[in-house]
């Protein structure tokens, strides 16, 4: 097995994480695994220590890459990634019909971002 952590790309990531911590959590992390040391009595016994871990690492990343919207839209020549993103966010409110002062739950899995635009806009 190859001594290059698989995770070390993540060091400079950020998000809900704050960037000085991600190192320390993405160790915490790979500590569960066999191939740091860790065995399957151990993540049994941290199950929801290992779970947050890696949802605060994967939503890190996410956050790194797309914001605070964790999803994907087309992109017309000359927009940016950001721009198409709230484009469709805005295009779903509508084709939804949705109007100021409307309550809408958010059942999706993210950090609530498409929802937050969408009152903005509306």
Do not use: A, C, M, T
């Given at each position: 097995m190859s001594n290059s952590r698989?995770?070390?790309f993540v060091t400079n990531v950020g998000g809900r994480i704050q960037k000085e911590e991600v190192k320390s959590a993405m160790?915490?992390?790979e500590k569960f695994h066999d191939c740091y040391g860790g065995n399957e009595e151990t993540r049994k016994a941290n199950a929801a220590d290992l779970s947050k871990?890696?949802?605060d690492l994967v939503t890190s990343f996410y956050e790194y890459?797309?914001?605070d919207s964790f999803h994907f839209a087309n992109r017309y020549k000359g927009e940016t990634l950001r721009e198409s993103i709230k484009r469709y966010e805005h295009f779903l409110a509508l084709q939804l019909g949705l109007k100021r002062g409307m309550k809408v739950l958010d059942v999706g899995c993210g950090i609530g971002g498409p929802l937050r635009e969408i009152a903005r806009f509306r």
């Open positions: 698989p995770l070390s160790e915490q992390y871990k890696y949802y890459g797309w914001g």
